[in-house]
């Protein structure tokens, strides 16, 4: 059975940095892309970036390059997405996901979901 | 980045109705079309990939169609477990974009 099992939920002041995990089973890992999904609270789906842990190769929303990063320890068989300097706004519900390739991505099994909430 | 636009952003339907949600893409986007079901607190859910492929698992009252820029999700009859919101999400152009949602709730 694949399953994504993500970590628990965060609380961080402005400013300060945060790697938050998702750990993937049932399935190679290798040999699948991992993504993230951003769900501000109420709102819709976001999506922010992608990688395959075959390789490393990452791909970014515009909206997304450069404000995280997303990583993979294949010998742990988790991806990660991390911020080096968080921001209010970076309050939310983060999925990840496993990502279907056909021209770019869907995704067919998805984590619980981590809360991240950033505020003084 | 291309706007998908659902409609409509939520309605009240009966268990047993037969309902239509539609998705709009601002450009063609071929057939590369996914549904997504969520539940409030819960994680999406893939119903429907490449615009008319059923996700193994989901039930076959839900059918997806198609193609360029005017897509459905259609539920043959709407049970108790269907009431929640659904998006769908385009895959044809980097990023990948989802609509804004629609929202199904008991009449």
């Known amino acids: 059975e694949v399953q994504l099992e993500q970590s628990g939920a965060e609380v961080r002041k402005p400013g300060e940095s945060l790697k938050i995990s998702c750990k993937g089973s049932g399935y190679t890992f290798t040999n699948y892309w991992i993504g993230w999904v951003r769900q501000m609270p109420g709102k819709g789906l976001e999506w922010m970036g992608i990688i395959y842990p075959g390789d490393s190769d990452t791909r970014y929303s515009p909206s997304f390059q450069g404000q995280v990063t997303v990583s993979a320890d294949n010998s742990i068989t988790t991806a990660y997405l991390q911020w080096s300097s968080l921001k209010a706004s970076d309050t939310a519900m983060y999925y990840c996901?496993?990502?279907?390739?056909?021209?770019?991505?869907?995704?067919?099994?998805w984590g619980q979901g981590t809360l991240v909430t950033v505020s003084s | 980045a291309i706007r998908m636009t659902q409609s409509p952003s939520s309605f009240s339907a009966s268990t047993g109705d037969r309902v239509t949600i539609t998705c709009r893409a601002s450009?063609?986007?071929?057939?590369?079309l996914a549904w997504y079901q969520q539940k409030p607190g819960k994680a999406p859910k893939l119903l429907i990939y490449a615009a008319s492929n059923l996700q193994s698992g989901v039930p076959s009252r839900f059918s997806g169609s198609g193609s360029g820029t005017d897509f459905t999700l259609t539920i043959s009859s709407l049970q108790s477990e269907d009431f929640a919101t659904y998006y769908c999400?385009?895959?044809?152009?980097?990023?990948?974009?989802f609509g804004q949602g629609t929202k199904v709730e008991i009449k």
């Open positions: 996901a496993r990502g279907m390739r056909s021209n770019y991505y869907y995704f067919d099994y």
């Open positions: 999400q385009q895959y044809d152009n980097n990023p990948p974009t």
């Open positions: 450009q063609g986007i071929r057939g590369y």
